[in-house]
């Protein structure tokens, strides 16, 4: 399997299947954090128009869709962009989403996402890297650790319906460069 395992930048053709595995990976993820209304939007087609759409009228700057792929199988996705953090500085990159389908996990697919991610933002300018894990995706979290994010104390409660449930998120960041900061 590793011979066939690659990272690439995603075109509007990867849609589809991003869109599929988002679903997935979101409905897995929020299970029983959002109320089921919420849960049941999690839709394929929806996550392919919106990709489509971002794909097709990219924003400027460093805003990047990767996809990992096991052969031609799309089977996860990283987006990456600009912090939107109030706090953070200019020079702080996001990954602001990261799935993997159920199926193919534990294959070295979120790593080379994330190492893919860290040096796109890297050759963009940006000094540090932040990403948002909800509280209770431990395992997403122990993953994060691993690749050498750790917690800084931050946190957020996103707003995740329309009668305003909310859904605690805590932020994992790393530097990108050897220099103290």
Do not use: K
Not at 6 to 27: E, I, K, M, Y
Request: glycine residues 10%; hydrophobic residues 40%.
């Amino acid at each position: 399997m590793a011979a066939d395992a690659s990272v690439r930048t995603a075109g509007p053709d990867d849609a589809p299947a991003v869109g599929r595995v988002q679903a997935l990976v979101w409905q897995q993820a929020y299970d029983g954090v959002v109320p089921p209304q919420v849960h049941a939007s999690f839709d394929p087609r929806a996550f392919e128009s919106a990709w489509q759409d971002s794909l097709r009228t990219p924003p400027s700057g460093v805003y990047r869709l990767l996809v990992a792929c096991a052969g031609d199988e799309v089977v996860g996705f990283a987006s990456i962009g600009p912090s939107q953090d109030p706090d953070a500085g200019q020079t702080t990159g996001e990954i602001s989403a990261l799935g993997i389908h159920p199926g193919h996990r534990r294959q070295g697919h979120g790593s080379r996402l994330v190492n893919a991610a860290v040096d796109l933002l890297r050759e963009a300018g940006a000094e540090h890297v932040a990403t948002w894990c909800l509280v209770e995706h431990e395992d997403l979290r122990e993953f994060l650790t691993g690749a050498g994010l750790v917690p800084d104390g931050a946190y957020r409660d996103r707003v995740v319906s329309p009668d305003g449930h909310t859904a605690r998120e805590v932020r994992l960041v790393a530097a990108l460069t050897d220099s103290p900061s």
